[in-house]
């Protein structure tokens, strides 16, 4: 028996390898995410179908009631308050200010809804603020009608709502909240080709106007408006998918608007990658990105986890979340408890009253997706380094972090600096290299205006405690950045004698970046490393000045002697010829005021802690220690916070080189002793604090005598900063093939769209309604062609009824050749159109207006009246019966064939196996054998096939 059967169970085993490989591809593929292949069983199918909704309230008693408690409280909140949260039916009210919180909050309105139906008052409560936002002309907000973030917001919101409650609607209510959502749909994708965020490409606004237009567009899909929201759906990912390959040159995980405005970002980026893999079956969770993004949001938050570093626009910590993006990044990416973990710890940690507290119009409206994307399985697990204070630097951001995410505690210190390219090294580099030139056309594709001019800032919290802070969200100014100012100024300056940095806007609320010096504008982070317990950054920032102020270096020094001592040492080296003659210095602290200290002489100042006292102390390197300015800046009105506190230190520059040293420690560290002096190539500092000795020698010419930086002698221990071990930067190449990866994810979308095609044509046999809905599915063909088609299929139809024993779908089978494809007809119509629009603007404008020429490459003028694509009148919405376009949750024929196939392959492969190993046990014949063999691997391999067609199908 030995002889004859000895090649089948290995035949058997391979058989059963393939099967398990290709499930594990097809888990990993999708992350955990079904395809649904446009079989959706109605409403709710955004985010979950009709029959999940027993396990997710199962889930909210269970596994999620710790966010389940989240969305009951904001529940219980809105009906006890009505008045307060109900928005206005008065469009002057309602577009009177930023209304952001009303889409913002019907999300997990809606959510609270579905998970306690049996809540008296919820439904009528959300069907009454959906009948309040139904009620206005407008989304948007009256004195910004060029922003379309107001009306992205309701529109998520409402479409969200949509889904979630259609089987709780009336029917009046279902085709009014549909034409509703249609129409500010057709408005965003209006805009999409004017405005900024459908060609500035990793912006905050982008992913939220993209979401929004996205999850309308499912929703009108889902109804049977294929054509139009085929479209919408086309141009989100032609957008989307852009900035996707472009976030790969982002190596380190970060997004340059910062951490605040980082939320907003993948507030909306993380439900599009949701939304895509469970509707396209495109998966984004092995981009490169992505899996570096913990980092971003772990190495950014200050000891007590209530904050985190404010660089940029900002508020104290995060405006979107985090929660939900930590669970979504833990389920789908991670999968370790890390994410989990942060999310539990800020949720346990969260500012109950005071600065901190998360704002009104954004702490419910990610309740939603954090309870639905929550994997309970997942135990909370810190990260291996939790504790223990680690040094990170994001590369591409230009920023250095040290003692992130500890326990607020003594020593428990964290420390930021803050030295890098416009915009971030990536985007920088594709605008400078002209990368991705088929897309990008210089800063006119991207949007740095949220950040600030703060090359060579810092932050430190000793203890956990802000001492040095940034200024938050305020204007763009270089003396609220904790960084240099020179004078005399050589050119416009927002304060005279005064000189900031080029990007310092003195008329605006954003960054000026796009033209001139401004564009060019980068710092860089030389050195960013940990010795025995000491840290050691070094940064230049001249060429984020004017150079005509023949500045050869600004370079700042940080070095951390002992979690509560900081040293800093500013180096200003001037050219022979220029104008400088003082630098000032700014150091702020957004909570709490500054008082004057001195003592032997040199100034100083320090805040009141609970703690204790909180101090610093200057000189230059030739012992002159000049008082300081403390006083607190007004923000003017527009901005969300009042002012900053700050001290400013003024010092006279010598030609060539001038050093100034301060110290700041916190309560539990006692200066003695503070000395410096230097010469051309050195500086040396002298420190005694709690009777231990730092002597430090900072190496800061450009040609190093030594191969250090900087050492250290700390009582009787050396400490060397060599170096070699300095930043080398190694920028990302261009993504290859960029384009083609971009339309592989955009050949997607056809096949959900003519299933579906195919599916309300199946629904709608025998019925009155089926001649009406062929003539709308086929209304861009060829009029005579459609015609003669219609005919055919409603002839089939009939023939189908009589059929007693007919096949369901039968006749979707026989037609499904001969269906012309409506989606590519649309799209060229589409194209015509836009080119017809993009030659009559080149026509009216005059050769020498440049700007708007270039224009034209991005946007769309109002498309020429009466076009048939999208909706010319609002009525158009209610010419389909809503009975006609329910939809088929059964699989697809061809699905079900493939099932069959698969079960009788495997049928017939046991059968043979059997054979093998019984019936033929005695045939002699090798060659029988072989054949038998050969017969059983051969239908190995059409398993491994089927199997890969099946789960492709979702069979």
């Not at 180096?571 to 001195?598: G, K, R, W």
């Not at 059997?914 to 051969?938: D, E, G, M, N, P």
Request: aromatic share 12%; with cysteine; proline share 5%.
């Amino acid at each position: 028996m030995r002889t004859y059967t000895r090649g089948a169970p290995t035949v058997f085993f391979i058989h059963l390898i393939c099967s398990l490989l290709a499930l594990r591809v097809d888990e990993n593929h999708g992350a955990g995410i079904p395809f649904q292949n446009g079989n959706y069983d109605g409403h709710p199918m955004l985010y979950f179908n009709k029959g999940e909704v027993g396990d997710l309230q199962l889930k909210a008693k269970g596994t999620h009631r710790h966010i389940a408690s989240k969305i009951q409280e904001a529940g219980q909140t809105m009906l006890a308050n009505p008045k307060e949260y109900l928005p206005p039916w008065e469009p002057a009210d309602f577009s009177a200010r930023w209304n952001e919180i009303y889409g913002n909050n019907l999300g997990v309105l809606s959510m609270f809804c579905v998970l306690y139906p049996e809540t008296t008052g919820a439904l009528d409560l959300a069907k009454d603020y959906m009948e309040r936002m139904a009620a206005q002309p407008s989304w948007l907000v009256k004195d910004a009608p060029w922003d379309e973030v107001p009306l992205a917001h309701s529109l998520v919101g409402f479409s969200t709502a949509y889904d979630f409650l259609y089987n709780y609607l009336s029917k009046s209510q279902q085709e009014r909240f549909l034409e509703v959502i249609a129409n500010a749909s057709r408005y965003m994708y209006d805009k999409s080709y004017s405005r900024g965020w459908g060609f500035q490409y990793l912006h905050n606004h982008q992913p939220t106007n993209c979401v929004a237009l996205l999850t309308g567009s499912l929703v009108l899909m889902n109804q049977g408006y294929l054509q139009e929201a085929y479209l919408w759906t086309k141009q989100v990912f032609a957008i989307i998918e852009k900035s996707l390959v472009l976030l790969q040159d982002v190596t380190d995980g970060s997004l340059y608007e910062g951490v605040a405005y980082g939320t907003y970002t993948t507030r909306s980026l993380f439900q599009y990658m949701f939304l895509v893999q469970r509707h396209f079956d495109i998966s984004h969770f092995d981009h490169p990105w992505i899996k570096q993004h913990f980092a971003f949001m772990y190495r950014t938050i200050l000891p007590g986890f209530q904050r985190s570093v404010a660089i940029a626009d900002s508020n104290y910590n995060w405006f979107y979340g985090p929660e939900s993006q930590l669970v979504f990044m833990d389920n789908y990416i991670m999968r370790n408890g890390s994410g989990n973990w942060l999310a539990q710890m800020i949720r346990q940690n969260r500012v109950v009253e005071g600065p901190g507290l998360a704002g009104k119009g954004q702490r419910w409206c990610t309740l939603h997706t954090e309870f639905l994307w929550y994997n309970a399985s997942l135990a909370p697990t810190p990260p291996p380094d939790f504790k223990r204070s680690r040094l990170h630097f994001f590369e591409d951001w230009g920023v250095v972090t040290y003692g992130s995410s500890l326990p607020a505690q003594i020593n428990n210190s964290f420390l930021s600096f803050k030295s890098g390219k416009l915009g971030g090294r990536a985007i920088f580099d594709i605008v400078h290299q002209n990368k991705y030139k088929e897309w990008i056309k210089g800063w006119r594709n991207f949007n740095a205006g949220h950040e600030h001019p703060d090359q060579n800032s810092f932050t430190f919290a000793p203890n956990g405690v802000p001492f040095i802070t940034e200024a938050l969200y305020g204007p763009k100014y270089t003396f609220l950045n904790n960084a240099l100012m020179f004078s005399p100024a050589i050119s416009e300056s927002c304060f005279a004698p005064w000189e900031g940095q080029v990007t310092e806007a003195c008329n605006s609320k954003w960054l000026k970046y796009k033209h001139g010096l401004a564009g060019d504008s980068q710092g860089r982070v030389l050195a960013a490393l940990e010795r025995k317990g000491m840290i050691f950054i070094r940064g230049e920032g001249m060429s984020a000045y004017n150079p005509a102020l023949k500045i050869r270096s600004v370079q700042r020094n940080l070095l951390l002697l002992h979690p509560q001592l900081l040293l800093l040492v500013d180096q200003i080296h001037l050219e022979e010829d220029s104008p400088v003659e003082s630098a000032s210095s700014y150091f702020h602290n957004s909570d709490m005021p500054f008082e004057e200290t001195a003592i032997e002489g040199v100034h100083g100042a320090f805040i009141r802690h609970k703690d204790g006292l909180y101090k610093m102390f200057w000189m230059d390197d030739t012992g002159y220690s000049d008082k300081g300015v403390l006083g607190y800046s007004g923000y003017p009105h527009g901005y969300p916070y009042n002012g900053s506190n700050y001290v400013n230190v003024t010092m006279p520059l010598r030609n060539p080189i001038t050093r100034v040293a301060y110290i700041f420690f916190g309560p539990d560290v006692d200066v003695q002793s503070f000395s410096i002096r230097g010469d051309a190539q050195r500086v040396d500092i002298y420190l005694v604090a709690n009777d231990h000795t730092y002597t430090v020698y900072l190496l800061t010419g450009e040609v190093a005598s030594k191969p250090l930086f900087a050492m250290v002698l700390a009582d009787r221990q050396k400490i060397v900063f060599e170096r070699a071990a300095g930043v080398k930067d190694a920028p990302p190449p261009e993504v290859s093939n960029y384009l083609g990866l971009v339309e592989d994810n955009l050949q997607h979308v056809k096949p959900v769209f003519q299933q579906l095609e195919k599916q309300i044509l199946a629904r709608v046999l025998n019925t009155d309604n089926f001649r009406k809905t062929a003539e709308r599915l086929l209304q861009f063909s060829d009029k005579k062609k459609t015609e003669e088609l219609i005919e055919k299929m409603f002839t089939l139809s009939q023939k189908q009824g009589k059929a007693k024993n007919a096949r369901k779908g039968s006749l979707t089978n026989r037609l499904s050749d001969s269906l012309p494809d409506i989606f590519a007809q649309i799209e060229l119509a589409e194209k015509k159109e836009r080119q017809k629009s993009r030659t009559k603007v080149f026509e009216e404008n005059p050769e020498g207006e440049g700007d708007a020429r270039d224009f034209l490459d991005y946007s769309d003028l109002r498309r020429a009246k009466g076009r048939k694509v999208g909706f010319v009148k609002s009525r158009k919405y209610k010419e389909v019966l809503m009975d006609s376009i329910v939809r088929s949750t059964e699989p697809t024929i061809s699905a079900s064939y493939i099932r069959l196939f698969l079960i009788l392959n495997t049928a017939t492969f046991f059968m043979l196996l059997t054979l093998l190993l019984t019936r033929f046990q005695k045939t002699q014949s090798v060659h029988t054998q072989r054949c038998f063999y050969a017969i059983l691997l051969t239908d190995c391999f059409i398993l491994l096939c089927l199997y890969s067609s099946c789960s492709q199908a979702q069979c």
